[in-house]
């Protein structure tokens, strides 16, 4: 006889046994604005992170409009250096660079650090930077953020008004890359044209990792039902945002 199936509240109960999963957290840049100052982990994210359970994050590299293109490899490599260094000053958190590592980290209380990369600007258009970022442990790849790159083009904060365009053949040859080393890739921002192409060249689990649903708030930014379900059923995993952004101020809950 087959086991009962598990109930919603079993699944939530089972799903957040080890903590909840920040899939998006601008940590990296937090760390590299705040350079200057020691266990910045410590004091200003693990008080909040225990009060709220938080049991594994994704650490997103982001770079600034005004670091692009000549800073955006520098300002990553920077960026990457500060959770080093902070992980190693605070033996509460530690980098994971598989699902072993994360098991690993929560059966020792520990709150594991994600790295991921949100755009690919560090990247610029030498291939060769994946295999530095991965062996720094980055895990986790989104092409872009609103704006466009050598990778592809984001979707906007509007109903229409996204490039039409897809990925340009660097992001193609990018994605195809990402799946063969073992990089996720992330379809948070990404376009509409450029999510399709993301999933014509890859085969394996995507995932949104910081999104809402478009049936409820209209932008290109966020995802249609058909491609909540085209997530599905790659067995991907959606990140819900918890804050509104909204260029509309009275929208908005940021
Ligand atoms: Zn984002």
């Given at each position: 006889?087959?086991?009962?199936p598990?109930?919603?509240?079993?699944?939530?109960?089972?799903?957040?046994?080890q903590?909840?999963?920040?899939?998006?957290?601008?940590?990296?840049?937090?760390?590299?604005e705040?350079?200057?100052?020691?266990?910045?982990?410590?004091?200003?994210?693990l008080?909040?992170?225990e009060?709220?359970d938080?049991?594994?994050?994704?650490?997103?590299?982001?770079?600034?409009?005004?670091?692009?293109p000549?800073?955006?490899?520098?300002?990553?490599?920077?960026?990457?250096?500060?959770?080093?260094?902070e992980?190693?000053?605070?033996?509460r958190?530690?980098?994971?660079?598989?699902?072993?590592?994360?098991?690993?980290?929560?059966?020792?209380?520990?709150?594991?650090?994600l790295?991921?990369?949100?755009?690919?600007?560090?990247l610029?258009?030498?291939?060769?930077?994946?295999?530095?970022?991965?062996?720094?442990?980055?895990?986790?790849?989104?092409?872009?953020?609103?704006?466009?790159?050598?990778?592809g083009?984001?979707?906007?904060?509007?109903?229409?008004?996204?490039?039409?365009?897809?990925?340009?053949?660097?992001?193609?040859?990018?994605?195809r890359?990402?799946?063969?080393?073992g990089?996720?890739?992330?379809l948070?921002?990404?376009?509409p044209?450029?999510?399709?192409?993301?999933?014509?060249?890859?085969?394996?689990?995507?995932?949104?990792s910081?999104?809402?649903?478009?049936k409820?708030?209209?932008?290109?930014?966020?995802?249609?039902?058909?491609?909540?379900?085209m997530?599905?059923t790659?067995?991907?995993?959606?990140?819900?945002?918890?804050?509104?952004v909204s260029?509309?101020?009275?929208?908005?809950?940021?």
């Amino acid at each position: 006889m087959d086991p009962a199936p598990e109930s919603t509240e079993e699944r939530i109960t089972r799903l957040h046994g080890q903590g909840i999963v920040d899939l998006h957290l601008d940590l990296p840049m937090f760390l590299y604005e705040n350079r200057d100052r020691k266990n910045v982990l410590a004091s200003d994210f693990l008080p909040e992170f225990e009060a709220g359970d938080i049991g594994t994050a994704a650490a997103g590299i982001y770079i600034e409009d005004q670091y692009l293109p000549d800073k955006a490899l520098e300002i990553a490599l920077g960026q990457v250096a500060r959770i080093y260094v902070e992980v190693e000053r605070c033996d509460r958190f530690t980098i994971c660079r598989s699902y072993a590592e994360i098991k690993n980290a929560r059966e020792q209380g520990k709150i594991g650090l994600l790295i991921t990369m949100e755009g690919a600007e560090p990247l610029g258009t030498d291939l060769n930077l994946l295999y530095i970022f991965y062996e720094l442990g980055l895990r986790v790849i989104g092409l872009t953020h609103a704006r466009s790159n050598a990778a592809g083009s984001g979707g906007v904060f509007a109903p229409t008004g996204s490039s039409p365009k897809g990925l340009t053949a660097f992001g193609c040859e990018l994605v195809r890359e990402c799946e063969r080393v073992g990089v996720i890739l992330d379809l948070a921002h990404i376009n509409p044209a450029g999510f399709d192409d993301i999933l014509e060249n890859t085969t394996r689990p995507v995932i949104v990792s910081h999104t809402n649903a478009r049936k409820y708030y209209d932008i290109e930014r966020n995802i249609s039902d058909e491609q909540i379900k085209m997530v599905g059923t790659r067995g991907g995993v959606i990140g819900i945002n918890s804050v509104l952004v909204s260029p509309k101020k009275e929208d908005s809950t940021l």
